[in-house]
């Protein structure tokens, strides 16, 4: 089946570690995000990909880092500069303007 | 500061009960607008969308949301809700082809 994979599910990571958030999708899709959900603030965009090799700042870049190296793939990494790092991080990705989503990343930063 | 706001944070209202949900962007120019639904322990999920043509779209579940373009906003209605409509309201907007941006989010809690 066609769809966005987020792994891992859960991780916990000791506080000045850099941790990489796997996504991958099969769908063919051009555009991918990443997106942090935290309580009461909604879905805050961090990175996007409009193609291969190509990748923008959201609004909340800072302390987070991705790279656009296949079609199917948009790894994140939220470095030890992300001063809140423990957060839900969704990815997704679009052809027509409908986001699809992963079942996200809970990080937690111990 | 936030791009696109939503004007309630939590919504409370009785079965059978209209529903009206607020969101206004900052953006200038073309934009392309979003609702999603995230009900409990569920994923986000497309209620409507518009890109162009009648500001009054029609989405799933009974609702629909108006383009009013001088005024920024695209609202979320719908007249009667259910006991099923409790669950977050995002709205979303995109200034470009690619760049999505997200409210803060809605939670509706529908009383049966």
């Known amino acids: 089946d066609g769809g966005i994979t987020q792994s891992p599910k859960y991780l916990f990571r000791k506080e000045g570690q850099n941790v990489t958030l796997s996504c991958e999708q099969n769908?063919?899709?051009?555009?991918m995000y990443w997106y942090r959900q935290d309580p009461g603030q909604g879905l805050r965009l961090i990175y996007y990909s409009q193609i291969v090799n190509d990748f923008q700042k959201g609004d909340i870049a800072e302390g987070y880092s991705v790279s656009r190296e296949k079609k199917e793939s948009f790894p994140l990494t939220v470095t030890s500069a992300q001063k809140n790092p423990t957060a839900f991080y969704l990815c997704?990705?679009?052809?027509?303007?409908?986001?699809?989503f992963g079942e996200g990343s809970r990080l937690t930063v111990l | 500061a936030q791009s696109v706001s939503q004007h309630n944070h939590h919504v409370i209202l009785s079965e059978a009960a209209s529903l009206e949900l607020g969101c206004n962007y900052s953006?200038?120019?073309?934009?392309?607008l979003f609702w999603y639904v995230q009900y409990p322990g569920q994923h986000l999920q497309l209620l409507l969308k518009y890109f162009s043509g009648d500001p009054l779209v029609k989405g799933i579940k009974g609702f629909e949301a108006e383009f009013i373009k001088s005024k920024f906003s695209f609202n979320l209605r719908k007249p009667s809700v259910q006991w099923s409509d409790t669950a977050e309201y995002f709205c979303a907007v995109s200034p470009n082809d690619y760049k999505l941006s997200f409210g803060a989010g809605t939670t509706v809690t529908v009383r049966a």
């Open positions: 953006y200038g120019g073309t934009v392309n």
């Open positions: 769908l063919n899709h051009d555009a």
């Open positions: 997704a990705s679009t052809y027509t303007g409908e986001l699809f």
